[in-house]
């Protein structure tokens, strides 16, 4: 079990690196978190829901996501409450206090069922804490850190960012205010995202070895440019407020700006955007940055009147409808459900009553109780997109949402799904256009088709370079446990498992 000091020390991408080099040696590995509080989600092949992080860890390991690697997953609705997605599906809605004090419990032997159905199938699992298993006002119903740690039983590694600074305070801390029995399971200690001269460190990692009677399992470098989720983090840098310098040649970047909405979910379906030579990817609530993008991008919400609600507080609204009518607009899942006519929400699932949309396509969209969560593939329904000529394009991605959209007489659907179903709405014009789709510009195809009918649109150069990201992610995840592997002692922690090491002769 990967535990950590805090948050965002770098637990999930720990265990995917596990997972991968389990799999590497020929072991059966399968991830778990019992609970996982996160926007970030992801659908499983049999249409359930689950963390994103845990998704991920699903793909180091060579194996389909599927809900009991992750059985209960909390997405905050930003009113002091959250839902509650329980194996998969929405389980209820409720306040911190009432979880924590009396849901848990009630929750303890789905954890139960969850983690035993995949040790009975796996001989590995990887077991991720959330935040510090020493947040010790929470410790009683604790249900995903050492309790979970007790009921695998499972040999813990506690694991600090040097990069955050304190990392050794952290960890003595975090021992001193652990049990005694909760002490022992810890085997040892490890150093994430290091920088610089190992040998600086030695001493400290000593010292900190006599302080805590445990060793260093291993120092993981600081690694750049991995394309790789990095936590299951509710916040996102909002920060980006200078607009974009005026640049009229005809290759510079083409600029697409992300709303950074506040309850901003599924952030990670433009990591692969952000990576293409020929894109600027800002994520945004500066209504100068916006007016200066060639695309604005309206993405997944939570809680999407909210949302669509703040935009006109904030007269950002305004900067997307004048922005609508001579240039490229595109929304995913609750954007898209914001570019219509009206969101209809008469159980109040999220916000009761009819509220007005942006009027941007000829959609209205209603609220239902049961959400829709499933992997899909299609094919564009248009043959032109920005009023450039495209090829016929296929498409892949996965579906989470709560809302029925349909469109108008004589609406044109964005896209066909397997199966026959429509989705989404493109304009006339092909200017805009939305979609249900999460993970949409993931699918190589459909993302350069995008970013070549975009640049030609404002008569820029087709891009010379584009990403193969699925080519590039599978080079992450290996370059992230080549990176594990090589810095953590592994002949100790298979022989916890009782579990010969080799390395891999292609290594």
């Known amino acids: 079990m990967i535990l950590g000091t805090s948050s965002h020390v770098g637990k999930s991408l720990l265990v995917t690196a596990l ?22 989600s992801a659908a499983t092949p049999d249409g359930l829901e689950i963390g994103r992080a845990q998704a991920l860890q699903a793909e180091a390991a060579g194996i389909p996501a599927r809900v009991e690697m992750n059985p209960i997953l909390i997405k905050p609705t930003g009113d002091m409450s959250s839902q509650v997605v329980v194996r998969g599906k929405i389980w209820g809605r409720v306040t911190a206090r009432d979880y924590h004090q009396r849901r848990v419990e009630e929750l303890m032997p789905i954890v139960r069922e969850s983690w035993e159905t995949l040790a009975r199938e796996h001989e590995v699992i990887i077991l991720e804490g959330a935040g510090s298993p020493a947040e010790i006002n929470l410790k009683q119903h604790d249900i995903v850190n050492m309790r979970m740690a007790e009921m695998a039983d499972a040999h813990c590694i506690l694991v600090g960012d040097i990069d955050r600074g304190g990392v050794f305070a952290s960890l003595l801390g975090t021992v001193e205010l652990l049990d005694a029995e909760e002490r022992a399971r810890i085997q040892a200690f490890a150093i994430n995202k290091f920088r610089g001269d190992i040998a600086l460190l030695q001493p400290g990692i000593e010292m900190m070895e006599q302080r805590l009677n445990k060793p260093c399992i291993g120092v993981v470098p ?39 909405l506040p309850t901003f979910s599924n952030f990670t379906d433009f990591d692969a955007l952000a990576t293409e030579p020929s894109v600027s990817l800002r994520f945004t609530q500066t209504p100068d940055v916006l007016r200066t993008a060639d695309i604005i991008i309206l993405p997944g919400s939570k809680q999407t009147v909210d949302d669509l609600q703040w935009l006109r507080e904030t007269n950002l609204a305004d900067i997307i409808t004048t922005h609508a009518q001579t240039s490229l607009i595109t929304g995913i899942c609750g954007g898209m459900q914001m570019l219509g ?46 009023n450039q000529p495209i090829p016929h394009t296929t498409i892949e991605g996965y579906e989470i949402h709560v809302g029925e959209t349909t469109r108008f007489a004589n609406a044109q659907p964005f896209a066909t799904f397997t199966g026959l179903n429509e989705d ?61 592997e090589d810095s953590w002692d592994m002949p100790t922690i298979f022989g916890w498992l009782n579990l010969p090491y080799k390395r891999a002769a292609s290594e």
């Open 19 to 40: 997972c991968r080099i389990f799999h590497q040696h020929g072991i059966s590995v399968a991830p778990f978190k019992s609970q996982n509080m996160s926007l970030n």
């Open 341 to 386: 006519e009206t969101i209809a929400d008469p159980e109040g699932i999220e916000r009761q009553g009819t509220h007005p949309g942006l009027s941007l396509l000829p959609i209205q969209t209603t609220m239902q109780p049961t959400k829709l969560t499933r992997l899909t593939t299609g094919t564009l329904t248009t043959e032109t997109l920005f």
């Open 222 to 260: 600081h690694l750049p440019n991995l394309l790789l989720e990095e936590e299951d983090s509710l916040g996102l840098d909002r920060t980006d407020r200078i607009p974009w310098p005026q640049d009229s040649t005809p290759d510079r970047l083409l600029r697409i700006a992300v709303v950074a």
């Open 424 to 484: 989404g709405c493109i304009s006339p014009n092909t200017r805009i256009f939305g979609t249900y789709l999460h993970g949409l510009f993931d699918d190589d195809a459909f993302r350069h088709t995008f970013l070549r009918a975009a640049r030609a649109f404002h008569h820029l150069t087709e891009p010379t370079t584009l990403t193969p990201w699925k080519q590039r992610r599978e080079e992450s995840l290996n370059r992230l446990a080549a990176a594990v």
